[in-house]
């Protein structure tokens, strides 16, 4: 299992990387095409939530799930958007960013924090129900593009070279690696930890999905992304059908 975790987790860490290589090759990136990624993603890790992590987590623990589930929200929100002052998805068009690294920073570090959960979601999920693990990966790797233009982006406004920019990118990459190395204790350990794990990362993935990336669709200027988000929910559907399928 730990070599399927680590495959999965450097491939989305390569999709990291990705976004940061394109902003790099084309400083400015259709903002349409972003918006489409992080509205699938956002519905895609929504329907993920709601029909598969919270339900598990609740059938794995009963009431004390609750609390598992907002610490795993509150986390994220705590080292997102407490901690660091500065952090959104999409390309950095704000002017005051140009002459200010602090913000860029805060981004770069806001990401990181971000990646980690990623890797650490994806990791869990796998070991606690294979099927789980890969509709997560799912769910992240629809977001690490964008993910990796927002770093590039906001690294190039905030007036860092591109090695520095490129290094970035890699930087978070990483993170989502660690992330999943970091829960590779919980294949010994008791189901009670695993599920509490598990119920972590499914509050994680409500955060993502609803404070992360629905207000990046909602600030659209078009009506299609919040449609794209009803689009994302359905390939959700679709996606765990297939893979039951195959998995069979």
């Known amino acids: ?47 993920l939530a709601f029909f598969k992590l919270i ?62 959960f990623d890797g650490f979601s994806i990791s869990v999920g796998m070991q606690f129900d294979f099927l789980v693990g890969l509709l997560v990966f799912g769910g992240v790797l629809l977001h690490k593009v964008p993910e990796g233009l927002t770093i590039g982006s906001v690294m190039l406004a905030g007036g860092y070279s591109k090695r520095t920019v490129l290094y970035s990118a890699v930087a978070i990459g990483v993170s989502t690696i660690l992330g999943a190395c970091s829960t590779f204790f919980f294949s010994s350990a008791s189901p009670h930890m695993l599920g509490m794990a598990f119920a972590i990362s499914a509050g994680a993935a409500v955060y993502v999905g609803a404070s992360d990336l629905i207000p990046e669709v909602n600030k659209s200027g078009h009506r299609l992304p919040p449609f794209i988000v009803f689009v994302g929910m359905m390939l959700f559907y679709v996606s765990e059908q297939l893979l039951e399928r195959l998995l069979q």
């Open 55 to 116: 339900p598990l987590s609740i059938a794995t623990l009963g009431e004390s799930a609750a609390l598992y589930l907002v610490l795993g929200f509150s986390l994220i929100h705590f080292f997102e958007h407490t901690l660091v002052g500065h952090l959104h998805f999409g390309e950095e068009t704000h002017s005051h960013v140009m002459v200010s690294r602090v913000a860029s920073m805060s981004t770069f570090t806001g990401l990181i924090i971000h990646a980690f």
């Open 1 to 47: 299992m730990i070599p399927t975790i680590l495959l999965f987790s450097i491939a989305a860490a390569v999709a990291e990387v990705l976004g940061g290589v394109l902003i790099l090759s084309r400083p400015v990136w259709p903002r349409r095409a972003q918006e489409t990624l992080l509205a699938l993603g956002a519905g895609f890790i929504i329907a």
